[in-house]
C-alpha cells in the first residue's frame, strides 16, 4: 500500500443520467466482470440471464439478440465451424465491437454472430480440457484491415481467431491460465494476465516473451492499453491497477488502490482523457489521465458490477450492476465545459 498514489478524490468527469431497471444485468462467474459492451452512446449489449440483450438508451428498450438457453448452431457454414452448435451455453464473458459480437462460454465455447446478420455465423470450442472456461474476448481489425478476435483461456493458451477466414490463425501457450489479454493500438505487442503475480509483455506475432511485469501480488484479471500505445494497465486481486510505460518496464508507472475489492475490469476512453477501473462491487473509479491521474472520480452504489464499458465517442459510460435480486444499467454522460464567446459588430 505504501507504493500506492495519493489521488484526490471528487472528479466530476461523468455524471449520472439514468438507472434502467428493465435491464437486468446477470453474472455467471464470480472473478470474470466483461458482460457489458457500449457501441455507441446510446447501444448498450449485456448479458441477461441466458441471453445477450441490446439496450437503447434513445428509445428505452430492450431486445434479445442472442438466446442461450437452448440449442444454439450457425446458419453459415465455415471450415472449422461446429455445425452441431452448443446446448444450454453458460456465457462467462462477451466482447462487441462494430458489428461482431463474440460471447465465450465456461466449457471453452465461442460463438459469433454479425449483428446485420440473421442467426449466427461461427460456433468453435477452443478445447475439451476438464478446465476450459473462456476468461475474456477482444475484438480488433488487423493491419490488413480484416476483423479478428483473441479468446483468453483457462487451459493456458491464448487463441487468435481470423473472423475473415473463419479460423484460428495463431495459438500460443502460457504456464499459467491467462485470464485477459490486451493488443496494443499498434497491433505488435500483447499483454497477458493470468494466474500470476507476474504478467507478460509478449510479441504478437511469435508469441514470444518481451518482458515479465513484476509488482502485482496476486492474480490479475483486467488489462487495457492506452490509445497512445506507449502506457497500459493491469488490475489485480491484490486491490490494485498498476500502470506501466513500455519504454521503462523495470518498474510500474503508478499504482492505484481500490476500496474494497480486485479490480476486474479497466477502459480507456477513445480519446486517452479518462480511464475507469471497477472493482467487484460497489465501486468504478474513474480517473483523469492526461493530467497524471491525480485526480480520480469515485462512482459507488450498492451490488455486484457485470462491466463497465466507455462508448466509443467518449460521451457516454455504461455499468451493469446485479444484486442477486435485480439487475440494472447505469448510464453515465460525459461533463462538458462550453464557453462562448460575445461578439459584437
Known sequence: MQDCKITKKGGMYYEFR??????KSTILHFQLRNLVWATTKHDVYLMSHFSVIHWSSLTCSKADVLDVSGHVAPTEKHPGSLLEGFTQTQVSTLAVKDNLLVAGGFQGELICKHLDRPGVSFCSRTTYDDNAITNAVEIYDSPSGAVH?????????????????????????????VNHTSLSPDGKLLTIVGDNPDGMLVDSSSGKTVTSLSGHLDFSFASAWHPD?????????DKTCRIWDVRNLSKSLAVLKGNLGAIRSIRYTSDGQYMAMAEPADFVHVYDVKNGYEKEQEIDFFGEISGVS???????LYIGVWDRTYGSLLEYGRCRNYSYLDSFV
Open 229 to 237: 500505445g506507449v502506457t497500459f494497465a493491469t488490475g489485480n486481486q
Open 310 to 316: 466507455f462508448s466509443p465517442d467518449t460521451e457516454a
Open 18 to 23: 439514468r438507472n434502467s431497471r428493465s435491464v
Open 149 to 177: 478476435f483473441t479468446a483468453s483461456n483457462n487451459d493456458c493458451g491464448v487463441r487468435d481467431f481470423d473472423m475473415e477466414k473463419y479460423q484460428l490463425s495463431k495459438h500460443f501457450r502460457f504456464p499459467w491460465p
